[in-house]
């Protein structure tokens, strides 16, 4: 009778250990988990906390992943491991460190995600991205859970910058009115910086660093952003920052006007240059520096490197008045609708021409992350070598079909 209750007694035990969930496990990179005193930059970066090991690797991308003391920067075709000594991992969540490296571009090879979350039932999970996320936090938990959601306060300028001083850099809604809005990296990064001073307090300052449109989206143009100085705004904050003094918006989007200045619009007004004139207008910029104002330059493709190999859909190539010429201008990482460019088609690129000095000294003109667009696509049957291409017209449209592929004379796919 004494074995038997001893063995009732032990499956008891046991049965109860089985039902314990353990805690939840919170990676939190803004608390400098590695103790770090600089950025760590290498390949793979390893982080442990309770049990729960992250291993991120560069995978298909050509940089190292960056430990910051604020944030892990994981690049977009890169690796993203979680593997768990307590257990199967039921749900994950992950938090942002900016809406321009959003989660919600994290992709699984396992399990269910649906931005920010992840669910599923495993010990290891890999995890990859189909653009870069910059992340704050990752939590784990042994047991199906859903967050509730919360909605991010909105504040004035003046408390905004308060919650910088007081180390509260969370996710917020942030009003203010705009003074100054800054274009300068529209042509390469999509986004705009813009200040803004506090509605009851003109002496308090922010600015809004790299900020998106409505809805996150990207800007072409200084004609895509839905204010102007004088307005009164209301933005979502990715996060708050204090960068070498300055109190900041790290990363954000436009929500909406709340009161509207009566300022009209600036129109954009770009020039249209050829090549050469192009060149000159380069050659006689500072090294590395930029024009202030785009130019529309129109020319011939005369060479062209792989279609969306380092971003997706942009285009690399050279540009020239003439066909069969050796290109001295070059389009960077410029964006261009599918099947991009090849030899000898007509197109047009706007953006802010540069005078970049490589580290031997030679010098490139060229238009840096700017728009591309074909005018004549004149050799889009050559696009693919040895493949018949059937043209035919439909609604007045010029298509060419390959290998199942449809494309209209302009390069767009459908």
Known sequence: MKKLFTFVAATMVSLAAMAEVHAPVVIDFTKNPLGLTEQLQKDPIVVTVDGVTVTLEKGGNNNDPILTLDWLKWYKSSNLTLTSDNGNMKTVIFEEATSGAST???????????????????????????????????????????????????????????????????????????????????????????????????????????????????????????????DTVLFYASALKNYNGIYEIDGGYFVEVLGASGNERPVEEIETVNVAKAIEIGKALADGAYTDVKYRVEGYIVKAYGFGEKYENTQTAYMADEKGVRGEFMAYNCKVEAPGVVENDFVALTGKIQKYVKDDGSVTIEITGGQMEVIRHEALENVVAGEKAQKFIKDGQLYIERAGVIYTVLGTKE
């Open 104 to 230: 919600e571009n994290i992709t699984c090879e396992t399990g269910t995600y649906v931005n920010p979350k992840w669910s599923g039932d495993a010990a290891s999970i890999k995890f990859g991205n189909t653009a870069k996320v910059f992340l704050k936090k990752i939590t784990v938990y042994y047991e199906d859970f859903t967050p509730e959601e919360v909605v991010p306060d909105t504040i004035g300028v003046s408390e905004a910058r308060k919650r910088i001083d007081a180390g509260n850099l969370d996710k917020c809604y942030v009003k203010g009115i705009v003074f100054k809005i800054d274009d300068q990296y529209i042509s390469q990064y999509q986004n705009v910086n813009c200040w803004m001073i506090d509605i009851n307090n003109p002496l308090d300052t922010l600015e809004g660093y790299k900020m998106k449109g409505a809805d996150n989206a990207a800007y072409s143009s200084i004609e895509d952003v839905e204010y102007v100085a004088g």
